[in-house]
């Protein structure tokens, strides 16, 4: 089961696992009622998926596969981070306000040191105990205003290295090839293919 209650999150995932014919049936918390709400309250993201797959797993007795990502800025300190979801503390447009407050808080960095990277952590845990873990890393840079209208979160302020377009100017096809999420997917699904 998807352990995610982002839909875009569960729609990247989704997209991404069923091209590796891996013969699994993927289920949504959506399909288990009363599925528990996960605190994030580690302080790396392999962490706070862990935490999320843990639950879901005890909860539902099914394998349960986690991801936990977000944007680290380096003129901001390598934040937001694992605090990426929450770091403008908006309750409405969360994506939009999130966006606006990184703009802001890196609205007088220079070109040369807008760098940054996506970064997701993907898990896997079974009912046995066994738990698979697998990073992946997108670097790039962000702008200073927001471009294109595809993916969600900060996909329209960030620019991969070596591309001139944001994430949100690019396929589903494009983005997946080499996101912080389609790689860290990848491997995790090579891991699960040799279980
Ligand atoms: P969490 O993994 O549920 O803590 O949320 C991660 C947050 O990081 C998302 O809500 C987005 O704001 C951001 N994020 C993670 N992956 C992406 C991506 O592929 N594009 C844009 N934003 C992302």
């Not at 009363?34 to 639950?55: H, I, M, Q, Y």
């Not at 970064?119 to 066994?130: I, L, R, S, Y």
């Not at 873990?133 to 960030?158: C, H, T, V």
């Amino acid at each position: 089961m998807l352990a995610t209650r982002n839909a875009h999150k569960a729609e990247e995932l989704t997209r991404i696992l069923e091209s590796f014919d891996l013969a699994v049936e993927l289920k949504l918390v959506s399909d288990f009622p009363g599925a528990p709400e996960v605190e994030e309250t580690e302080d790396s993201f392999s962490g706070n998926a862990l935490l999320k797959a843990r639950a879901l797993c005890r909860f539902t007795g099914l394998p349960a596969i986690a991801d936990d990502s977000g944007i680290c800025v380096d003129a901001l300190g390598g934040n937001p981070g694992v605090l990426s979801a929450r770091w403008s503390g908006a309750t409405e447009n969360v994506d939009t306000s999130n966006l606006e407050l990184v703009l802001q808080q890196t609205a007088d960095v220079p070109e040369a040191k807008r760098g940054a990277q996506f970064v997701c952590a993907a898990v896997v845990v079974f009912p046995d105990g066994t738990e698979l873990i697998s990073q992946g890393e997108m670097p790039g840079r962000i702008l200073i205003a927001p471009q294109g209208k595809n993916g969600f979160g900060y996909d329209p302020i960030f620019v991969p290295v070596g591309f001139t377009k944001t994430t949100a100017e690019m396929t589903s096809a494009e983005k997946d090839s080499i996101s912080h999420r389609g790689i860290a997917l990848r491997n995790l699904a090579e891991q699960l293919k040799g279980k």
